[in-house]
């Protein structure tokens, strides 16, 4: 069982930048897949980015392809969302969900996935 807490979530201009971090604790880190889900109001969460359990593999939505970086820290059993160039479209609630056993690539569909975090509000304004 893993437990995952969000944190970095703010009110950033538009072209401006934020860093998510996902800090996971009861489990073995190294074994899970970690992805960014957001969601924002009156729209279905949607898969942002991912992350396999060796961290040799990134995945990434079309919409934010170029803009966010995905990575993971072994040492401080966290993973990392850097967001650039945000833009007014990219305000929601981001989620970090974990998942053990994806044999390969990602997978891109919230309910397929076993934890989650409680979220943490990104808001970018003009």
């Known amino acids: 069982q893993v437990q995952l807490v969000e944190s970095g979530g703010s009110v950033v201009q538009a072209g401006g930048s934020l860093r998510l971090s996902c800090a996971a604790s009861g489990g073995t880190f190294s074994r899970y897949a970690m992805v960014w889900f957001r969601q924002a109001p009156g729209a279905e969460r949607e898969f942002v980015a991912g992350?396999?359990?060796?961290?040799?593999?990134?995945y990434y939505a079309d919409s934010v392809k170029g803009r966010f970086t995905i990575s993971r820290d072994y040492a401080r059993n966290t993973v990392y969302l850097q967001m650039n160039s945000l833009k007014l479209e990219d305000t929601a609630v981001y989620y970090c969900?974990?998942?053990?056993?994806?044999?390969?690539?990602?997978?891109?569909?919230?309910?397929?996935?076993?934890?989650w975090g409680q979220g943490t509000q990104v808001t970018v304004s003009s």
């Open positions: 969900a974990a998942k053990v056993g994806i044999s390969s690539g990602i997978l891109y569909y919230a309910h397929e996935y076993d934890y």
């Open positions: 992350i396999r359990r060796s961290g040799g593999s990134t």
